[in-house]
């Protein structure tokens, strides 16, 4: 089914009224006291951030998916699509995966700047400074997405062959004892990196302050990318940059669920859902340009029970 890439191309606007009564419709992640704080900061004309930042502290960061849903749905940030996995269940195929066939694509790349904001827009090196040594996608997710790694990166120990793990941390879900010649890590922490015992090599680096890649064209036969793809800024600068080092034929994939660091994550992600966020990703390999039509796949483990998961892949054209 084609859909208008313009439904999801709407900014984040809402007053913060709204987000309390958001948070007064989220279940039993935020409990009825941490409703009133945050009630209490709308009527005291605080911030929407200081709601949002109130809001990380209460839930360790993240809201469960039906919080999370409820929260959006309740703030009026979330538009015709909801964040839970969909799927067409009388075909037992997943909407996810056939949003990025016959697609019309507009002329031009359809998002403004605002789309790229954030309510947090203090240095990412800060926020990120001190590591954290978890995952944010529960264990299903985690093994679908090692499911998937085992059948589309080369095999382990391919001669010659290298892989970009993008916005990479202390563990990349790669099947476990992965080897290759070369495995390189460009995250935000140092200390997540060097944690990493997949990796043969690793870069510190913002890719929203800087979207150049230091690595020669050519270089990659794969680029991964595990749900850091709604945190990117300057997402065209930084495919094309993908585009850029990966070898002809090279595979790039961004997988993401819908956890996030809210206040972090481009307001285009957070007012839209899981199905708008297949095209919004496709959309930047296509019109970033010489990467073969994004394909979609739903490798969501348990639909409705456990994190959902989805990668948007292509491969940079050979000629």
């Known amino acids: 089914m084609t859909r208008a890439l313009g439904m999801a191309a709407t900014s984040v606007g809402p007053a913060l009224r709204n987000v309390a009564r958001g948070v007064g419709a989220v279940d039993s992640g935020v409990g009825s006291s941490s409703r009133r704080t945050i009630c209490a900061l709308a009527r005291s004309g605080s911030t929407k951030h200081q709601a949002l ?3 990380h502290q ?13 929260f959006l749905q309740g703030a009026g940030m979330l538009g015709m699509m909801s964040s839970a996995p969909l799927r067409a269940q009388a075909a037992g195929v997943s909407e996810a995966e056939e949003v990025l066939k ?10 403004s700047k605002e789309d790229f904001a954030r309510y947090d827009e203090s240095p990412d090196t800060s926020f990120y400074d001190a590591p954290r040594f978890v995952t944010h996608i ?29 916005c990479s941390s202390w563990i990349s879900h790669y099947p476990k004892g992965y080897k290759q010649e070369r495995i390189v890590g460009l995250g935000l922490n140092e200390a997540e990196l060097q944690r990493n015992e997949v990796l043969t090599e690793h870069v510190v680096q913002d890719l929203n ?4 890649l230091p690595f020669a064209d050519n270089s990659f036969d794969v680029i991964t990318n595990v749900v850091s793809v709604d945190y ?3 997402p065209m600068e930084i495919f094309k940059e993908m585009h850029r080092v990966l070898k002809p034929g090279g595979l790039a994939a961004m997988s993401f669920s819908n956890r996030c ?24 390999f296509h019109y970033s340009g010489g990467f073969e039509p994004p394909q979609a796949l739903d ?10 998961m989805y990668v948007v892949y292509s491969r940079k054209l050979t000629a």
Request: positive net charge; proline residues 11%.
């Open 299 to 308: 490798i969501s483990p348990n639909p409705g029970r456990s994190d959902p």
């Open 53 to 55: 930042q109130h809001l």
């Open 232 to 234: 990117l800024t300057k």
């Open 138 to 166: 529960d264990d299903p997710a985690i093994r679908a997405l090692t499911k998937y790694y085992s059948s589309a990166l080369p095999p382990s120990n391919t001669p010659g062959v290298a892989v970009l793990d993008m």
């Open 102 to 111: 016959n697609v019309q694509w507009p002329e031009q790349f359809p998002f």
């Open 58 to 70: 209460l839930c360790g960061g993240f809201l469960s998916p039906t919080s999370r849903r409820r």
């Open 209 to 212: 302050n800087n979207p150049t």
């Open 261 to 284: 660091f809210f206040t972090k994550a481009i307001s285009i992600w957070t007012s839209t859902g899981d199905i708008d966020h297949v095209m919004i990703v496709g959309s930047y």
